[in-house]
C-alpha cells in the first residue's frame, strides 16, 4: 500500500535552499511518475515538478533554473531540491505519485498523495 512521507520543510530567509524528501513506505516508485505540488492559502494547488519512470524531469517556468528532481530508487526516496527562494515559494509542499509512469502536470492524475510539508520564505 502507498503512504508517501514528506520531510525537509522549514523557514529559510530569500534566496535560501530547502531538500524536501518523500518517502514511499508501502511499495517502490520504480516503475511510476512522482510529481510535486504546492497550495499556498487562498490559492490553487501548483504543479512544480515531475520525474517520471525513465528519470527525465519537467518543470513550469516559476520553477526552472532553481528547483531540482531526482530519485533514489535504492533509498525509495524522491527529492526537491529548492534554491534562490523567494516569498512567493511559501506553500505547504504535496509529494505525490501515480499509477502510470508518464509525466503529468495535473493533481488530479495522481493518485497518491502524502500529508504536506511547510516551506515558509521569510526574512
Known amino acids: 500500500q502507498v503512504q508517501l512521507v514528506e520531510s525537509g520543510g522549514g523557514l529559510v530567509q530569500p534566496g535560501g535552499s530547502l531538500r524536501l524528501s518523500c518517502l514511499d513506505t508501502?511499495?517502490?516508485?520504480?516503475?511510476?511518475?512522482v510529481a510535486w505540488f504546492r497550495q499556498a492559502p487562498g490559492k490553487e494547488r501548483e504543479f512544480v515538478s515531475c520525474?517520471?519512470?525513465?528519470?527525465?524531469?519537467y518543470y513550469p517556468d516559476s520553477a526552472k533554473g532553481r528547483f531540482t528532481i531526482s530519485r533514489d530508487n535504492a533509498k525509495n526516496t524522491v527529492y526537491l531540491e529548492m534554491n534562490s527562494l523567494k516569498p512567493e515559494d511559501t506553500a505547504v509542499y504535496y509529494c505525490?505519485?501515480?499509477?502510470?509512469?508518464?509525466?503529468?502536470?495535473?493533481?488530479?492524475?495522481?493518485?497518491?498523495w502524502g500529508q504536506g510539508t511547510q516551506v515558509t520564505v521569510s526574512s
Open positions: 508501502g511499495r517502490t516508485f520504480s516503475g511510476h511518475a
Open positions: 505525490s505519485s501515480r499509477e502510470r509512469g508518464y509525466y503529468s502536470s495535473a493533481p488530479t492524475n495522481y493518485e497518491n
Open positions: 520525474i517520471d519512470w525513465n528519470s527525465r524531469t
